[in-house]
T-cell receptor, first 115, second 114 residues
Framework: IAGITQAPTSQILAAGRRMTLRCTQD?????MYWYRQDLGLGLRLIHY???????GKGEVPDGYSVSRANTDDFPLTLASAVPSQTSVYFC??????????????FGPGTRLTVL | AQSVAQPEDQVNVAEGNPLTVKCTYS??????LFWYVQYPNRGLQFLLK??????LVKGSYGFEAEFNKSQTSFHLKKPSALVSDSALYFC????????????FGTGTLLAVQP
């Protein structure tokens, strides 16, 4: 079934540790996104990529980095995790073009707890 | 800057009654507006979008939304609520430029009582 997969499903991490959240899509979408969801704040964009080889900063990029080596994969790395990065992380993808009004498709999320 | 507001944290409605989940927007230029639904412990699912054209947009699961330019609103509606509609609903607006970046509202929890 076409869609987006994320790994791990959940993770408990000690502060200061490095962590990479994985995201893979099989829809051949140009664009991919990382959001964090926090209670009362909705979803906030961390980083995005419009096409393989390019990335951009979203609303809350500090403490996170991304790479886009190919179309399908878009990993999110926390270089040195802090407790404020405890959140649920969602990866999404969309086609581009057609007036850029294409909807985004979301993965199932990764629940991250930083202690 | 583009933004959306969902003024209600929670909406309660009895099964079979009509439901409305409110969303207002602020954009420069023409708005591209979206509604998503999130069931517990799941990712967001696309419901419907307004890009241009007819102000009444029909989407998945019997939902529809009315675009009102004068009131800068894009309220989500359903004529007859189901218990299974209980979920978290997000309104979103495209962030402009040549990308599909979305700005999300804070979400409205819809609770449908049997």
């Amino acid at each position: 079934i076409a869609g987006i997969t994320q790994a791990p499903t959940s993770q408990i991490l000690a502060a200061g540790r490095r962590m990479t959240l994985r995201c893979t899509q099989d829809m051949r979408h140009n664009a991919m996104y990382w959001y964090r969801q926090d209670l009362g704040l909705g979803l906030r964009l961390i980083h995005y990529s419009n096409t393989a080889g390019t990335t951009g900063k979203g609303e809350v990029p500090d403490g996170y980095s991304v790479s886009r080596a190919n179309t399908d994969d878009f990993p999110l790395t926390l270089a040195s995790a802090v407790p404020s990065q405890t959140s649920v992380y969602f990866c999404a993808s969309s086609a581009l073009g057609g007036g850029a009004g294409n909807e985004q498709f979301f993965g199932p999320g990764t629940r991250l707890t930083v202690l | 800057a583009q933004s959306v507001a969902q003024p209600e944290d929670q909406v309660n409605v009895a099964e079979g009654n009509p439901l409305t989940v409110k969303c207002t927007y602020s954009v420069s230029g023409n708005p591209y507006l979206f509604w998503y639904v999130q069931y517990p412990n799941r990712g967001l699912q696309f419901l419907l979008k307004y890009i241009t054209g007819d102000n009444l947009v029909k989407g998945s699961y019997g939902f529809e939304a009315e675009f009102n330019k004068s009131q800068t609103s894009f309220h989500l509606k359903k004529p007859s609520a189901l218990v299974s509609d209980s979920a978290l609903y997000f309104c979103a607006v495209r962030d402009g430029g040549a990308t599909n970046k979305l700005i999300f509202g804070t979400g409205t929890l819809l609770a449908v009582q049997p």
